[in-house]
């Protein structure tokens, strides 16, 4: 269901856990002598992103995410006040933009649409932010301030009006919504007792195909899996391929056993195969090393340029400008300058080119890895794990990959 709705693993990862790795990071946007404005990652930032994602993927239509909006921004800015610690607002007056957000979505739409769900946590997000905090700004502003938006009180209010329009939507969703099936990547057995036999036997073509035509785009190849295999695996491989393709028109449950054995070993013949293309422990750390250096020197001197304590400047410039850096540079070319002088990049873990979310999401989770010990569980799940990854990369679908 979450899938169809636009929540895969990648979103409710970045929406569960994002704002908890991120809550305490803040992202300058305006300094100037006595004021200083920054947006929270974990309160604003990360709500924004996902929000606007939602929008774009399951194409809502500009007027209702406008409309939406302006009535939850309007809301929220009479249930807020400025107050010594930020923009605030109290039980039960908090309610009102999740209240209000799951009104709308049901009238807007209807509990038979997927795109409800999401249009209900996009308004309430960003209703909240610009209700509570940028309708505030003329009134922040009128003496010397430091703060940033979506975080001090505003933080949870945003985080509450998200999850709970988000999980009341839900609740009243159609039958047809609620119990839609759910394929992961992953082959697995119980979702061939799901279909026909002549279904289930071309699920497991499929995913076999799946996996030559990955396996492929790490060796450049372009060509059919059949060659893909034969080549790249060998000759058993093909023939086996090649005897799931023929008894593909009328197999017998028996058939679909059997071919689910021989899709399994393809596919684990597979996986050992690109192994090897996985960057190492030590590639990983080398690269890091670089970028660290990089974004320490960046932090410097945006401490020194302006005149800030240095100790907590160089910290709240590191931390910002990491994310950042790694963000862009992963998702505009797929490797940092660390990541190119060691000759490896970030990729989809199909071998496609990360998309945004996917740089955007391992990055947020990268503040999480660094409360673990400074990436010390990290460095035990690259090292461990099959596709070495961290809990970013397990969290947002990405691998680190040598260079071809």
């Known amino acids: 269901m979450y899938a169809k709705i636009g929540f895969g693993g990648r979103e409710v990862g970045l929406l569960v856990l994002g704002p908890f790795a991120a809550m305490l990071f803040d992202l300058p946007i305006f300094i100037y002598k006595n004021y200083f404005l920054a947006i929270n990652i974990g309160g604003a930032l990360i709500p ?21 909006i302006a009535l939850v921004s309007m809301a929220t800015f009479f249930v807020t006040k400025v107050t010594d610690i930020g923009v605030v607002s109290y039980f039960p007056f908090y309610l009102l933009p999740s209240i209000l957000a799951f009104l709308l979505s049901i009238l807007l739409f209807s509990p038979h649409s997927e795109k409800t769900p999401g249009y209900g946590y996009a308004i309430a997000t960003i209703g909240v932010l610009v209700g509570g905090d940028i309708f505030h700004l003329p009134e922040i502003f009128r003496k010397p301030f430091s703060g940033s ?70 060796h450049g190849i372009d060509a059919p899996p059949s060659i893909i295999l034969k080549s790249l695996i060998g000759e058993n491989a093909w023939k086996d391929y090649l005897i799931m393709k023929r008894k593909s028109r009328n197999p017998s449950m028996a058939d679909v056993e059997k071919a689910w054995i021989t899709a399994s070993i393809i596919i684990s013949a597979i996986e050992e195969k690109k192994k090897k293309w996985y960057a190492t422990t030590v590639e990983r750390c080398a690269s890091f090393l670089f970028d660290f250096l990089i974004i320490g020197g960046i932090s410097i001197l945006f401490s020194i340029l302006f005149y800030m304590k240095f100790f907590p400047s160089f910290l709240l410039f590191f931390f910002s400008t990491q994310f950042v850096y790694f963000t862009l540079f992963e998702y505009l070319s797929g490797s ?24 955007f999401t391992r990055n947020i989770i990268r503040f999480l890895d660094m409360a673990l010990g400074f990436y010390f569980i990290s460095l035990i799940l690259i090292k461990f794990s099959p596709k070495k990854q961290r809990l970013g990369d397990l969290i947002a679908g990405s691998v680190v990959v040598k260079n071809m």
């Open 336 to 359: 940092t300058i660390g990541k190119m002088v060691i000759g490896i990049s970030v990729k989809e873990e199909n071998m496609e080119k990360a998309e945004f979310m996917t740089s």
């Open 48 to 68: 924004l992103i996902l929000s606007l994602y939602l929008i774009k993927r399951l194409y809502m239509p500009l007027s209702k995410v406008i409309i939406g």
């Open 149 to 218: 938006m979506g975080g001090a009180g505003l933080y949870d209010m945003v985080y509450i009006a998200g999850l709970l329009s988000f999980c009341i939507i839900i609740f009243f969703m159609s039958k047809e919504i609620k119990y839609t099936p759910h394929y992961t990547k992953k082959l697995q057995k119980r979702d061939l007792y799901a279909l026909d036999k002549k279904q289930s036997f071309l699920l497991l073509i499929k995913k076999v195909e799946e996996k030559a035509v990955e396996l492929a785009k790490w």
